[in-house]
């Protein structure tokens, strides 16, 4: 048999490349061990969503305190942040098309519906990993999530909606329906509300997207129209509709995932967010030493210190009289010590 001269260079290559990643015998030097690469994908626009751009702000910290501690520039972790958009039929495609580069170690993001997306993706790609906030998955050991008791948040926000409401009908304004809106973040914001004064009627309307800002201050409007004079908006960039109906009608707004007493002074009455530069910090942080328990969900909550009611700013207390204020100071003291816990389900 004729022996290729072509075939035998690249088998001996590939011999020896073997050779040199498993033993260093023969090799002049080690290959340096790659560095850390990481990308954040931000489902949504970060201008748009303070929430995502949050997600950014703590992966960014963790990425500059380790990049602190290494000496070697090569040894430094490389950070890309990608906005996907609002259109969540194109996730899926992006989220792959980014995994398919293979430029990055680990892909973070946050939003309850990524593991259902990348749960398909993991079996092309089997190497990358993902860490998912606001999320949870079990057992697939290329993902990491990150679930937050949001019950608690969405029960503040009903609760002081419900002791401020005149008409004793408050709103809640969603971009869309998802697992999490329909399941925590709307029955636990109208029990909230009902809890706080009985009888108390929650109207539960879709934008049907993260951005309209006009449809936002139509059904705002609507809500007008029908007695509403809380609303608390969970719509993206539509939030400024409602912003612009509420200060046109008169009428308050209890904020989500920021402080954003400035958006509006005087019409928005309270603010809390869950803490989501702090978790992604802590994740990636974890990451980088090795640590992260893959195939497992971390349900963290109020008294695990990741949610915020923000009681100190001088816009609440100008906005929200004495009696309010220290009832809700109560109520997230009990949340805090444990004495007062939602039930798991109001089903």
């Known amino acids: 048999m004729k022996f290729n001269y072509r075939n035998s260079t690249i088998i001996s290559a590939l011999i020896a490349a073997a050779m040199c990643a498993f033993t260093f015998t ?7 061990e790659k560095a850390p690469s990481i990308a954040v994908f931000i489902p949504g626009i970060m201008a748009d969503s303070p929430t995502y751009a949050h997600v950014a702000e703590g992966v960014q910290e963790a990425v500059d305190t380790y990049n602190a501690s290494v000496s070697d520039e090569k040894q430094k972790a490389q950070l890309y942040i990608m906005e996907a958009g609002t259109n969540q039929s194109e996730w899926s495609t992006k989220l792959t098309a980014l995994t398919a580069t293979g430029q990055y170690d680990v892909i973070i993001s946050s939003n309850p519906s990524l593991p259902e997306i990348a749960e398909p993706i993991t079996k092309q790609f089997p190497n990358q990993k993902y ?9 697939n050991q290329s993902i990491y999530t990150v679930s937050y008791n949001q019950r608690d948040q969405a029960y503040l926000s009903g609760y002081i909606a419900g002791l401020y409401s005149k ?7 969603a971009a869309q329906e998802y697992p999490i809106m329909n399941n925590i973040l709307y029955p636990y914001f109208a029990k909230g509300a009902a809890d706080a004064y009985s009888g108390t009627s929650c109207d539960f309307r879709i934008v049907g997207n993260w951005y309209d800002a006009s449809k936002g201050a139509e059904i705002t409007d609507a809500l007008v129209s029908a007695g509403v004079d809380v609303v608390l908006p969970i719509c993206g960039g539509a939030s400024q509709g409602v912003i612009s109906s509420a200060r046109e009608h008169g009428i308050h707004i209890v904020w989500f995932d920021e402080n954003g007493f400035k958006k509006a002074p005087g019409v928005i009455i309270s603010c809390c967010m869950t803490k989501q530069a702090f978790a992604a910090n802590e994740a990636v942080s974890q990451y980088l030493k090795g640590e992260t328990p893959w195939g497992t969900t971390k349900i963290v909550g109020m008294k695990d210190g990741y949610a915020e009611y923000f009681e100190s700013d001088p816009a609440y207390k100008e906005a929200v009289p004495e009696a309010i204020r220290n009832k809700m100071s109560e109520l997230i003291a009990s ?6 816990e939602l039930p798991q389900s109001l089903n």
């Open 26 to 32: 023969g090799c002049s030097k080690k290959t340096e």
């Open 131 to 139: 860490i998912f906030l606001d999320a949870q998955l079990e057992n």
């Open 167 to 173: 008409s004793h009908k408050v709103g809640l304004v």
């Open 335 to 340: 949340i805090k010590d444990g004495s007062f």
